[in-house]
């Protein structure tokens, strides 16, 4: 069950990261992301979005790793990093909530409510 969690966590991670390589590319999406005050991000929101990538496959090997999915870092590390990505899923659900932006309300803020549950799911392994 857990490596079912942890493998659905890293596509939905990969999907997520393939969105902000778009938007990192000037891809006119951005009322979906980052608050939804560009179509197209500038400059900054752009490393962001490269940065977030980088930050998403760090979650989806610490899931993997910690589902025994994978066996690679302490089984204390995984365990503790993994609660850390649990609470940041729950912060990003908020602020998504509380976005400007009714499309990031609509799509990204039950993205990563999912995305917590399946994270909740390995931590608690």
Known sequence: MMTIAAVALTVMLGLLAVFQIALAAGVPL???AWGG?????????RFGAV???F??????FIALDRSGT?????EEFSFWVMWIVVAH????VI???LSASKYEKMTLAPYTLVMGLLSL???LK
């Open 95 to 97: 602020l998504s909530l």
């Open 37 to 45: 005050q560009h179509a197209t991000l500038p400059l900054n929101l």
């Open 121 to 123: 799911l390995i931590a």
């Open 55 to 60: 930050r998403y496959g760090f979650v989806a």
């Open 70 to 74: 994978i066996a690679v870092l302490p």
């Open 89 to 92: 899923f729950g912060l990003s």
């Open 51 to 53: 940065s977030a990538v």
């Open 30 to 32: 951005g009322k979906f």
